[in-house]
């Protein structure tokens, strides 16, 4: 047994170098002890003494070398499950396309990316007209729809006014009263134009000497805002609606637009829009007054009173102009940077008795046919010239900038489903007007602001109804 066991170890020991060291003991005590060194290779050993320390050296080697080769076989081994495994579930149908019902495995795929469906799509999810009208007939109510609409618009309620803190909490215990899952309120300042009330603006006639002919009257608390200070004088063009294409036609038809001041019927286009066009024709001022015949105007019925202007703001652009790319924080100091969209020429809302007043002095050629709206006992000629030969449109407008602290009320409904818990759909209108007839003084406020049970589940990302104060300035929130 013991020669067997030598002649294994022989075997494994092949062209192995070690090294053994073993205690000799010295007749000399004053020696100490001493280590011998002997290193012999390809070397039988002697089956007693140190043939133990080098069957140990050797086992030891094989075990490591074992154990390398299996750890590589493993990661093999596991690698090639996971990637059956990966293979395997990717044939398998999606469950998303389940839920909305499409097909995975049954779906061919041709060399020209060609998908054909042999399922049909379950019918379900699609909002037909017909459902739809039958929900909004069922969860809002008309008698609903005239309260908002007249809580939101029966008076002036201008950013900063008292009139619109009780419009704000309104709202705010509205939202509440639905039921939404958060409400709250977002209160700031920013820098917001109003008329100087210590130089009212006008608009008169006068003559070459500049003598006032005439004072046409004006409501002070209406105006365009970001429009710029300033006195200008000159004719007076009627343009129709402002559009590039009316410009357009004036100048086919000889009439002057530079240096003179054009007269505009609101709607069609922005105000801003407006002003942008008539700027880059060369008019020097603009006036924009309702027509009868976009705004009906019978004392009878719904509709504008004759005295009546139309307020906005002609900034041509989004955000608070003044720091423009950026949102308006309290007090925030940016770099004296105006946006490029604000106009450079005065801009004045009058009413459509103004217009009446100033529009029966123009002469000039007849305005086109369609141009011709219902002003009473007006011809609708385009000027620039008025009744008497030298007469000039003059017209003041002075504002100036105030801090004024806005709020916008929010309320959301939370998502109920991965992706997307965080993340909120948003709805919403805003609730300044600065007089009665701001061109967007109510934005359909029932639908936002009576958000009513739906027979459709909430969206998955969640849902956020924002009611944002803006007269000129649309604040990013």
């Known amino acids: 047994m013991e020669a067997f066991r030598s002649m294994l170890l022989n075997v494994g020991a092949k062209n192995v170098s070690f090294s053994t060291y073993r205690r000799q003991k010295q007749e000399d005590e004053q020696q100490g002890l001493g280590m011998e060194s002997k290193s012999e290779e390809n070397e039988q050993e002697d089956p007693t003494g140190g043939s133990d320390t080098v069957g140990l050296v050797v086992r030891r080697s094989l075990i490591q070398k074992r154990s390398l080769l299996y750890l590589v076989l493993g990661t093999l081994f596991l690698l090639i499950i996971a990637f059956i495994l990966g293979y395997i579930s990717s044939r398998r149908s999606c469950k998303a396309c389940e839920e909305i019902g499409l097909p995975s495995e049954d779906t061919v795929v041709s060399n020209t990316c060609d998908y054909q469906r042999d399922v049909d799509i379950d019918p379900d999810p699609v909002l037909y007209w017909g459902d739809l009208t039958a929900m909004l007939k069922k969860y809002i109510n008309q008698e609903d729809i005239t309260k908002h609409i007249r809580m939101m618009s029966e008076e002036p309620h201008p950013s900063g006014s008292a009139k619109l803190h009780e419009l704000t909490t309104a709202i705010h215990k509205e939202f509440n009263s639905y039921g939404l899952h958060h409400v709250w309120a977002d209160s700031h300042y920013v820098s917001l134009p109003f008329p100087d009330s210590s130089s009212p603006n006008y608009l008169r006639v006068t003559n070459v000497n500049g003598t006032i002919l005439q004072k046409v009257n004006l409501d002070n608390e209406a105006y365009f805002a970001y429009s710029p200070s300033g006195v200008v004088s000159g004719g007076l063009v009627y343009a129709h609606y402002g559009r590039d294409e009316d410009f357009e036609r004036l100048g086919d038809l000889n009439v002057a637009v530079q240096g003179n001041i054009v007269i505009l019927r609101a709607g069609r286009i922005s105000l801003a829009e407006k002003v942008a066009s008539a ?61 490029s969209a604000l106009p450079t020429i005065v801009a004045l809302p009058i009413s459509a008795n103004a217009a009446i007043t100033l529009m029966s002095k123009l002469r000039g050629q007849e305005a086109p046919i369609p141009w011709r709206g219902k002003l009473p006992h007006v011809t609708y000629n385009l000027g620039p010239d008025l009744e008497n030969p030298g007469d000039q449109i003059q017209f003041s407008v002075c504002s100036r900038m105030v801090p004024t602290m806005i709020s916008n009320v929010f309320g959301s409904i939370d998502g109920f489903s991965e992706p997307g818990e965080d993340d909120s759909a948003f709805g919403g209108t805003r609730h300044t007007a600065s007089s009665p007839a701001s061109v967007l003084p109510t934005h359909l406020p029932h639908p936002t602001l009576s958000p009513s049970p739906n027979p459709y589940p909430v969206p998955a990302t969640g849902l956020c109804y924002i009611y944002p104060e803006c007269v000129s300035v649309s604040v990013s929130v």
């Open 279 to 339: 700027e880059q024709y060369g008019a020097t001022g603009v006036l924009i007054y309702p027509d009868p015949s976009d705004y009906p105007q019978n004392p009878r019925d719904r509709g504008l009173h004759s005295n009546t202007c139309i307020s906005g703001h002609v900034h041509r652009g989004t955000g608070d102009p003044f720091t423009p790319g950026f949102p308006s924080f309290n007090h925030t100091q940016f770099p004296p940077v105006n946006s």
